[in-house]
C-alpha cells in the first residue's frame, strides 16, 4: 500500500510538471507574470497620490500616582484626519499601535483637581505622532477636561437586596 501511495504521489507530479512546461502553459505564466508586474507598477503610482484618512491614536496618560483617582471620562484615543501620500497612510494603518499621545500628569497636577487639555497642547502631541510630509487636517475630541480627586480606590461589590 506504501508504494502504491508514493507512486501516485509521483504521477501525480508528473502530471503537474508535464502541464506548466507545456507550450502553452508557459505563455500562460509569462501573461500572469507581466500581468503581477504591471498590477505592483499600478499600486506604486496609485499610493504615490494625496490621500485623507482618519486614523485612531491611542492616549497613555503617564505618572499617574497611585492616590489619584480620575472621575471624569478621558479619551482613550484620539481619531485624526490626515493628509499626505498613500504610502505613509498605509505605513499610519499598519504601525498604528505603535504611536500614541502622551499625556503626562506630572505637568498637570499643580493646576488644581481639574485639568483641561486644550487643542493646542493635543496639536503639538499629534504632530510628535505623525511625520513631517503629513498634514494635519483635524482630530476628535479637540480638547477635554480631567477631573480627579486624591485619595483612595476602592471597588465595593454591589448586591441588590430586594426583588
Known amino acids: ?67 489619584v483617582v480620575i472621575t471624569s471620562d478621558v479619551p482613550e484615543e484620539i481619531k485624526a484626519r490626515v493628509s499626505d501620500k498613500g504610502f505613509t497612510l498605509l505605513n499610519y494603518m499598519l504601525t498604528q499601535p505603535a504611536t500614541k499621545v502622551k499625556i503626562n500628569f506630572l505637568d498637570y497636577q499643580e493646576k488644581g483637581n481639574s485639568v483641561r487639555i486644550t487643542s493646542t497642547e493635543i496639536q503639538k502631541q499629534l504632530t510628535k505622532v505623525f511625520e513631517n510630509s503629513s498634514k494635519l487636517v483635524s482630530f476628535k475630541p479637540e480638547g477635554f477636561e480631567m477631573v480627579y480627586t486624591r485619595g483612595q480606590a476602592k471597588r465595593v461589590p454591589v448586591r441588590l437586596k430586594g426583588n
Open 1 to 67: 500500500m506504501g508504494q502504491s501511495y508514493f507512486s501516485m504521489l509521483r504521477d501525480g507530479a508528473n502530471k503537474v510538471k508535464n502541464f506548466l512546461t507545456g507550450i502553452a502553459n508557459r505563455e500562460f505564466l509569462v501573461f500572469l507574470f507581466f500581468l503581477f508586474v504591471s498590477a505592483a507598477f499600478w499600486l506604486m503610482e496609485t499610493l504615490n497620490e494625496d490621500y485623507e484618512s482618519e486614523i485612531s491614536v491611542p492616549v497613555e496618560y503617564l505618572n499617574l500616582p497611585e492616590n
